[in-house]
């Protein structure tokens, strides 16, 4: 059944204190790229084909335009929108039974923030844990929500300013929420408090500025929680260097030089996280590089943990790859090459156009197929093939989109431009 609804903004809520279980489901894609933050699930059941059409069980249509992406907790579908100077940023939530809108919550932010016309407001991605949801609004602050629309708490954790806006996702970990913090003339990742938003750690980084006189500099990453041989880190892609802090503390455990490239300290894109080892990739045509995980890690690892870095021909690169085996599969922003590139070495098996668009959704592993929304709107899928580019459907819904599908219990949440979308097996 296509169903079709309006969504209407209504005013601000009144502000109520409630509390929250921490309890997941274990059918959520709950933040930015999924349960473990690497755009991977174990479920099946996903359609392979729909339109406009076909296999759309509802769609919900949204006042603005936005990049951020869809999670789903707890019965819920969350999304983001913003007016186009960014005076009303809104947090909303829909029945994923039914499309219908439950509630939004609208911040009001009067003072000046740039950003860029390819990034509008509501950039950065909700995160939920069944019972609370997460919401960054840059620098109108970092609020938390219950499940009703319940005003938990807000923390304002300064000022954004660069000339691309922010894009950075809050993660929830335990009972804490994780967020690369930037960028502008602070760059740092903060931890606080789920429960009361107090910030228990933060760990500033050097890099944010946006002087076109002078070298761009930026981190829009989100940071991924990682267990390197038993031992939780908070692994993230700064401007120039990968970093890994200790969950409890924020210290420094390690870093890994390379990120810094021809046109700037740029990077876009998560670290990707596979068995024994990681990828970075920069943005603007940087670099792209590899690193050993280790436990025992410390200091500068540079040398000593580095396995590649290649900065030859690189394309843009805004949404994140995945990590399958001993190969990454990427979608690029310009030119939009599909590309498998050999983890341990960075070396190109194949590259593939594709249905020939720019592609700034990152990449999702579901049901042995590679999903990925460009910026046209179609979901491309294709085979995780590390031989050749294996085409398997090509899904347009019309509207443009610079989204990440989320993938829950056998449906498929697209944001585009006009439209949240459910896609599912009629």
């Known amino acids: 059944m296509n169903r079709s609804h309006l969504l209407q903004i209504p005013a601000v809520c009144v502000v109520l204190i409630g509390t929250a279980s921490l309890a997941a489901h274990a059918a959520d894609w709950p933040s930015f790229r999924g349960p473990n933050g690497n755009g991977m699930t174990a479920e099946t059941g996903f359609p392979l084909e729909w339109s406009t059409t076909k296999n759309v069980r509802w769609k919900l249509a949204l006042p603005n335009r936005g990049n951020e992406s869809p999670i789903v907790s707890n019965g819920r579908v969350f999304v983001t929108s913003a007016t186009d100077k960014g005076t009303e940023r809104r947090l909303h939530c829909v029945d994923r039974k039914t499309g219908d809108l439950l509630w939004t919550k609208t911040v009001t932010f009067e003072d000046a923030e740039p950003t860029h016309q390819t990034n509008p407001f509501g950039a950065a991605t909700p995160a939920a844990n069944g019972q609370r949801v997460v919401v960054w609004h840059g620098s109108a602050g970092l609020f938390c929500y219950d499940f009703d629309g319940n005003e938990l708490w807000k923390r304002d954790l300064g000022k954004v300013g660069h000339i691309w806006g922010y894009g950075s996702s809050p993660v929830i970990h335990g009972d804490r929420v994780f967020l690369n913090f930037g960028p502008g003339k602070e760059q740092f990742i903060v931890a606080v408090s789920l429960k009361d938003g107090e910030v228990q ?176 709107g179609t979901t491309v899928v294709f085979a995780p093939n590390a031989e050749k580019y294996e085409s398997l459907a090509e899904n347009p819904l019309g509207e443009p989109s610079n989204s990440t599908p989320a993938f829950s219990d056998g449906q498929i949440f697209i944001r585009t431009n006009g439209h949240l979308w459910c896609i599912a097996e009629e």
């Not at 940071?223 to 200790?246: F, H, K």
């Not at 810094?260 to 920069?282: F, H």
């Open 201 to 376: 750690w933060r760990y500033d980084e050097p890099g944010g500025n946006d002087d076109r006189q002078g070298r761009m500099s930026g981190s829009w990453s989100t940071p991924v929680i990682a267990d390197v041989d038993g031992a939780e880190q908070v692994i993230c892609s700064m401007p120039t260097r990968v970093i890994s802090l200790s969950l409890d503390a924020g210290s420094l455990l390690w870093s890994c030089d390379g990120i810094s490239g021809k046109n700037g300290d740029l990077v876009y894109t998560s670290p990707l996280i596979g068995k024994g080892l990681g990828i970075a990739m920069g943005g603007y045509t940087g670099p792209a590089l590899g690193f050993r995980l280790d436990r025992a890690a410390t200091g500068d690892v540079t040398e000593s943990h580095r396995l590649w870095r290649d900065e030859q021909k690189q394309p843009q690169r805004i949404g994140s790859g995945v990590i399958i085996g001993e190969h990454i599969f990427m979608a690029n922003a310009g030119p939009g090459i599909i590309q498998c590139l050999e983890a341990s070495t960075g070396k190109e098996l194949w590259k593939d156009r594709g249905d020939g668009a720019n592609h700034w959704g990152s990449i999702v592993s579901a049901d042995g197929r590679l999903y990925v929304t460009n910026q046209k």
